[in-house]
């Protein structure tokens, strides 16, 4: 039997005026689903609906088919990275994880044992003995993300998980994220910087102004927006000759020269577009040296999707 | 279109119970209120109750402190002989209490509770308790060292120790009751621990210059039930055998009625509180 991890149906979260979740509807599948939009696209109101610290106003959205507004329920299986930083200033990183666990519901002992994995996974373990008040952004967000996991959840919530991180620090919270996707626990994460999901799945939910856009597989979606415009970025040693032709097809919309060797064209039909280039190419009239599909790049998918 | 999806399967893990988890909630408040300056604060509060306590109270045995006289319960009576002592009281809940909910509010851990699998109710318990434990510090713990040292120094029966060490935990219990649940109903209602704190020490001097200045005008005592203040010294009163003012199940009633009105309303109040921005 296969069913989503988590399914929105309509929801609709308002503040005031403002709507956080306008109507938002998607299935999140297992393993590691990818949440993109811009910032005020809703994300942080999706997670904290899931997360039991909203309520929808409208719609429904449940988490392993449990209803999210049932957090006691709810709770034991998610482990949710708030995008702000909200910590217990007065404690060290060590006391903070084992009040939250105690929280969960661990006994000390386990509570502690499970301190220190999740300190380890984080690289924290050498500061586990400092003030929280002291931390930088970086180690305040690693702290976040290990309150997240020292439970180990079968749902993992990570807000903006990669925020105020260095280049190491990404790296290796990406391979851990990996890691607990391979071993059956299931991730969604939010960003507004898209290369960092595209790095971790394929699997995309796609959002703007509290609507989903898009969901699914990230190739399945550039099938999706085929009939859109496409950007293609072809380099050239004849920048003159190549745009004249290319303005000549009844299916380029546009052409740019953003370099000397290179040529921008916009097609509403990619697979003409790409038929009537090799053809070019094959004639051996004008040399094309490089093809690049910049729709092939995350953001454009988003820039397309989101008009 | 849609992710077709795998089994997934619930990680089985035994878990404490939720008093225990409640308990782990008023261990955190106690933490945070005894440590830094917020012991500073409890230290000298305790201290200045306590000797003000011992105080009001060795005057009154003071008589049969060396052999003289047959000293009675209402000899204990002496701090709740004015309102006096219950402003201090006032001032030292809205210093302790005023950042229970405001606190985690302002500082958005409260998004950590929530995310944890407890209850409104959970939450509030442990809230409650925490400040409770530290109010039972400034309400009971005095009283009972001032009936130690009546005992152990004057001339007081065991018995009679006993009883008025009895009657301060009695009416420090009713203390505790209302501060806390008018506490953390003004901290519900705010982001700003010191504005719950002015709120705290606020309403419960206005009611009390409310109260006297109606009853001057009307000269009637009904008019101290709408003093807090002066429905816990009626019933503190009544528990030490001396006459008050008003009738002391009256104003238990209303003091009573004004702590299960607050909790209700902080309980529906932190149901609906959202973790936004």
Redesign the interface.
Known sequence: MTRPVVVATAATKRYGEVLGLNGFSAEFGPGITGLIGPNGAGKSTFFRVLAGQLHLDAGTMTLLDRPADDPVRSNHEVGYCPESPTLYEWMTPEEFLRTLLRLDGFEASEARRRCQNALGEVDLLPVKDRRLSGFSRGMRQRVKIAQALAHEPSVLLLDEPLNALDPIGRVRLLELFGRIAEAGRHLIVSSHVLYEVERLTDQIVMMTNGRAIAQGDLHQIRDLIDSRPHTVELTTPQPRELGRTLAGWEHVTDVAFPRPDTVVAQTRTPDEFYRSLGELARSGTIAVQGVRGVDDNLEAVFRLLAG | ???????????G?S???RS??VW??TT?GL??RL??LNLVLIVLGALIVGVEVVLFTTPGIAGFLNGGGSPQLSNFATPYNSVNYLILATLLTASIGAGAIAGDVA???I?????????TLDYLVGKGAAVGLVLVLFFLVPGVAACLFAYFVGNVSGGLALTAMGAFVLVGLVMVVLFTTLALFLSSLTRRPIFAGAAIFGVLVSAEVLAALVRSVTQSVQALYVSPLEDLLAVAQSVFGVTPAIDPLGALGVVFGISAVTALVTYLRVL?V????
Not at chain 2, 2 to 10: D, F, K, N, Q
Not at chain 2, 111 to 119: D, E, K, V
Not at chain 2, 274 to 277: F, L, N, P
């Open positions: 279109m849609t992710i077709s999806a795998p089994r997934y399967e619930l990680v893990t878990r404490e119970s225990r988890r782990v909630i955190e933490r945070r440590t830094g500082t958005r851990s998004a950590l509770y929530l995310s944890r699998p407890i209850t609906e959202e973790v936004v921005g």
